[in-house]
Nanobody, 121 residues
Framework: QVQLVESGGGLVQAGGSLRLSCAASGRTFSSYAMGWFRQAPGKEREFVAR????????YYVDSVKGRFTISRDNAKNTMYLQMNSLKPEDTGVYYC??????????????WGQGTQVTVSS
Protein backbone atom coordinates (compact mmCIF):
# COMPACT_ATOMS: atom_id res chain seq x y z
CA GLN A 1 0.00 0.00 0.00
CA VAL A 2 1.15 3.55 -0.69
CA GLN A 3 -0.05 6.93 0.59
CA LEU A 4 0.24 9.96 -1.65
CA VAL A 5 0.44 13.65 -0.70
CA GLU A 6 0.42 16.42 -3.30
CA SER A 7 1.86 19.91 -2.88
CA GLY A 8 2.85 22.89 -4.99
CA GLY A 9 -0.51 24.11 -6.20
CA GLY A 10 -1.49 27.76 -6.13
CA LEU A 11 -2.62 30.80 -8.07
CA VAL A 12 -0.62 31.85 -11.12
CA GLN A 13 -1.17 34.15 -14.08
CA ALA A 14 -1.56 32.76 -17.58
CA GLY A 15 1.83 32.03 -19.08
CA GLY A 16 3.33 31.29 -15.70
CA SER A 17 4.73 28.09 -14.23
CA LEU A 18 4.16 25.80 -11.28
CA ARG A 19 5.77 22.58 -10.13
CA LEU A 20 3.62 20.02 -8.39
CA SER A 21 5.10 17.35 -6.16
CA CYS A 22 3.67 14.04 -5.02
CA ALA A 23 5.35 12.49 -2.00
CA ALA A 24 4.76 8.79 -1.47
CA SER A 25 5.07 6.79 1.72
CA GLY A 26 6.61 3.37 1.94
CA ARG A 27 9.78 1.74 0.70
CA THR A 28 8.47 0.42 -2.62
CA PHE A 29 7.86 3.67 -4.52
CA SER A 30 9.91 2.38 -7.44
CA SER A 31 7.43 -0.49 -7.82
CA TYR A 32 4.58 1.84 -8.72
CA ALA A 33 3.56 3.42 -11.99
CA MET A 34 2.61 7.03 -11.27
CA GLY A 35 0.57 9.76 -12.86
CA TRP A 36 -1.44 12.95 -12.61
CA PHE A 37 -5.12 13.59 -13.17
CA ARG A 38 -7.08 16.82 -12.85
CA GLN A 39 -10.66 17.89 -12.33
CA ALA A 40 -11.96 21.26 -13.44
CA PRO A 41 -15.08 22.77 -11.83
CA GLY A 42 -18.19 21.08 -13.18
CA LYS A 43 -16.22 18.57 -15.21
CA GLU A 44 -15.16 14.98 -14.84
CA ARG A 45 -11.69 14.03 -13.69
CA GLU A 46 -9.32 13.64 -16.65
CA PHE A 47 -5.93 12.07 -17.20
CA VAL A 48 -2.99 14.48 -17.56
CA ALA A 49 0.28 12.52 -17.61
CA ARG A 50 1.82 9.25 -16.51
CA UNK A 51 5.29 7.82 -15.97
CA UNK A 52 6.25 4.18 -15.82
CA UNK A 53 7.86 2.71 -12.73
CA UNK A 54 11.12 2.40 -14.66
CA UNK A 55 11.05 6.14 -15.56
CA UNK A 56 11.62 5.21 -19.18
CA UNK A 57 8.16 5.85 -20.52
CA UNK A 58 6.00 8.96 -20.24
CA TYR A 59 2.68 9.87 -21.82
CA TYR A 60 0.66 13.08 -21.89
CA VAL A 61 -2.80 14.18 -22.84
CA ASP A 62 -2.61 16.21 -26.06
CA SER A 63 -3.64 19.46 -24.39
CA VAL A 64 -0.49 19.59 -22.21
CA LYS A 65 2.12 18.16 -24.58
CA GLY A 66 5.09 20.48 -24.89
CA ARG A 67 4.08 22.44 -21.79
CA PHE A 68 4.06 19.88 -18.94
CA THR A 69 6.82 17.48 -17.93
CA ILE A 70 6.35 14.53 -15.61
CA SER A 71 9.31 13.07 -13.73
CA ARG A 72 10.11 11.00 -10.68
CA ASP A 73 12.93 10.62 -8.19
CA ASN A 74 12.76 7.11 -6.78
CA ALA A 75 15.46 7.90 -4.20
CA LYS A 76 13.20 10.63 -2.77
CA ASN A 77 9.93 8.74 -3.21
CA THR A 78 8.61 11.76 -5.11
CA MET A 79 6.98 12.46 -8.45
CA TYR A 80 6.82 15.87 -10.08
CA LEU A 81 4.78 17.73 -12.67
CA GLN A 82 6.48 20.79 -14.11
CA MET A 83 3.82 22.97 -15.69
CA ASN A 84 4.90 25.79 -18.00
CA SER A 85 2.96 28.20 -20.21
CA LEU A 86 -0.10 27.69 -18.06
CA LYS A 87 -3.52 28.52 -19.46
CA PRO A 88 -6.79 29.31 -17.69
CA GLU A 89 -8.14 25.97 -18.93
CA ASP A 90 -5.47 24.22 -16.84
CA THR A 91 -7.34 25.33 -13.71
CA GLY A 92 -8.53 22.50 -11.50
CA VAL A 93 -7.69 20.16 -8.68
CA TYR A 94 -4.67 18.05 -9.56
CA TYR A 95 -4.48 14.52 -8.19
CA CYS A 96 -1.52 12.20 -7.88
CA UNK A 97 -2.24 8.54 -8.62
CA UNK A 98 -0.40 5.23 -8.45
CA UNK A 99 -0.72 1.61 -9.51
CA UNK A 100 1.48 -1.33 -8.46
CA UNK A 101 2.12 -2.02 -12.15
CA UNK A 102 4.58 -1.10 -14.88
CA UNK A 103 2.19 1.39 -16.47
CA UNK A 104 -0.60 3.41 -14.86
CA UNK A 105 -4.13 2.30 -15.68
CA UNK A 106 -7.14 4.53 -16.42
CA UNK A 107 -8.48 3.76 -12.95
CA UNK A 108 -5.52 3.88 -10.56
CA UNK A 109 -5.70 2.05 -7.27
CA UNK A 110 -4.22 4.81 -5.10
CA TRP A 111 -4.99 8.54 -5.01
CA GLY A 112 -3.80 11.62 -3.21
CA GLN A 113 -6.11 14.24 -1.76
CA GLY A 114 -5.47 16.78 -4.53
CA THR A 115 -3.95 20.23 -4.82
CA GLN A 116 -5.67 23.26 -6.34
CA VAL A 117 -4.18 24.98 -9.37
CA THR A 118 -5.78 28.24 -10.48
CA VAL A 119 -4.62 30.07 -13.60
CA SER A 120 -5.91 33.61 -14.02
CA SER A 121 -6.28 35.26 -17.40
Amino acid sequence: QVQLVESGGGLVQAGGSLRLSCAASGRTFSSYAMGWFRQAPGKEREFVARISRSDRSTYYVDSVKGRFTISRDNAKNTMYLQMNSLKPEDTGVYYCAADPLVVLTATPQYWGQGTQVTVSS
